[in-house]
Every structure is written in structure tokens, then in C-alpha cells.
């Protein structure tokens, strides 16, 4: 996510907020303390990271809203703003229970 090499994770809370822990090579302490991304994020039933999905070399995220519609958010490769305004993909995906 932050484009340092290092895999980050992400996560959303029960109130909606998208945190990022980025990567820090270390076994013993694999992420560091979390940075928020924003919130709102509840508003979707089902986020992915699907890796880069642009070709762009940087990692991006899927996220799947109550009516089925998938939105990509592009990744930045800062840590600070993640991810760029999303792009909707298209409808109909609330006919899948998961997105992996």
C-alpha cells in the first residue's frame, strides 16, 4: 500500500474506519501503529485487497456497496492518502456472499 516494498494491512473497525498498519520487515513487530485512512467505510459490505488490479504497481482495494455495486479505489502508494477517488466497476455483485 505504501509502495516501500513492505506488505501493509488494512483494516475496518465496527464504527467504519479504515486504518492502515504498514508493513515493517520485522518478525518481531511485523506493523507499525496504525494510521487512519478515513471513515464511512461501513457503508460497503464487502472490501478486497486485490493486489494491483491497474498495473500501475501499486496495490488497490475493492470494496462491494449495499446495492451491489463494485468500487475501485486506486492505490497511491503514499501513506498518508491511499488510496485515489473511487471508480465504479460495475452492478450486480451482491450476488456473490464473498469477495476474496
Not at 506493523?31 to 460497503?44: D, K, L
Not at 486485490?50 to 479505489?73: E, F, I, K, Q
Request: charged residues 15%.
Amino acid at each position: 500500500m505504501t509502495g516501500d516494498g513492505r506488505a501493509d494491512l488494512v483494516a475496518r473497525d465496527g464504527s467504519g474506519v479504515l486504518w492502515l498498519y504498514r508493513g515493517t520487515g520485522s518478525a518481531a513487530a511485523p506493523f507499525a501503529a496504525r494510521v487512519r485512512i478515513g471513515g464511512g467505510w461501513n457503508m460497503f459490505s464487502a472490501l478486497a485487497g486485490t493486489g494491483d488490479v491497474t498495473g500501475d504497481g501499486r496495490a488497490d482495494l475493492v470494496a462491494r456497496d449495499a446495492s451491489g455495486v463494485l468500487w475501485l479505489y486506486h492505490g497511491t502508494g503514499s501513506a498518508a492518502a491511499p488510496f485515489a477517488a473511487r471508480v465504479r466497476i460495475g452492478a450486480g455483485w451482491n450476488t456473490y456472499n464473498a469477495l476474496i
